[in-house]
């Protein structure tokens, strides 16, 4: 089979700054990807499976990163065509390394804005966003995208963040508080800490029915505590600057917040968990309001 030439973009896409662009094209972001598809996805594969995906045939993941999920996804359910989306090249040419089209042919990566895709309405029966929500300064234009592309009947899911509900036993009151301490800061960046809990009303102001959502928990009792304490190193090397700078602080000490908490998942003796909110809606038969 031909290889694909590199960076394919969708036609008359246009690469868009955002607040948190910087980091989520750092090199850690690689890092942070694969530690937490590995750590997230044995307990999100039941919750799909609930949710049908297993008898869809097209399914669309914006901002699909390296492809952890989109891969993962497609592997799960056999006879799902998957396409992820993102709008770094660097992304989407490591999604194709990792998930190379002649070993995999159910799965294609293209670049793209996860806003405006220039893909044809109702071309898939699933959307999905992960981890991404947070990152961006509008929340609603994906979320009308995502209703835009879906058929009528087919269901949106996203793996929402919100960082209250990373909780560790930690006594550095630093390290405890520091998405908290970081919120306002982080909000005029750009970044929206707190944006999981949103998520419900906003899918139905874009027209989304059935909305749910489906919390999921992972802590040190049901994923590896070495993955877990990976996934915030990588937290650290690649968002040091940006909460020093949210926090008000010079960047060790931002950092030596993070070292506490990794140190604390290190623990044995000690717990930690980290709170995703699942949120799914159906469109209906009408287009979004």
Known sequence: ???????????????????????????????????????????ERPLLERLGFGAARRLLDLGCGTGQFAGRVGQAFPGLQVTGLDLFPGHVETARALWPRAEHPWLDFAVGDATATGLSPASFDLVTVRHM?????????????????????????????????????TDDADARDLFLDAEPGAQAAGTQLFHGRRLFRELGAAGFGEVAVHPLVVDTLNAPRETFA??????????????????????????????????AVRDPSRYACWLLLGVTGVRGAGPAP
């Open 230 to 263: 990976r996934m915030l190193e990588h937290w650290r090397d690649g968002y040091t600057g940006f909460m020093a700078g949210a926090l008000g602080v010079a960047p060790p000490a931002a950092r030596a917040r993070f070292d506490a908490l990794i140190a």
């Open 1 to 43: 089979m031909a290889r694909r030439p590199p960076n394919r973009t969708l036609a008359g896409m246009t690469a868009r700054p955002y607040g948190q662009q910087r980091e989520m094209e750092d090199r850690s972001m690689q890092g942070t990807l694969a530690a937490q598809a590995e750590m997230i996805f044995p307990l």
């Open 133 to 169: 929500l947070q990152a961006v300064p509008e929340p609603p234009a994906v979320l009308a995208e995502a209703h835009r592309l879906l058929v009528p009947g087919g269901r949106f899911y996203a793996l929402a963040e919100d960082y209250m509900g990373i909780l560790v036993d």
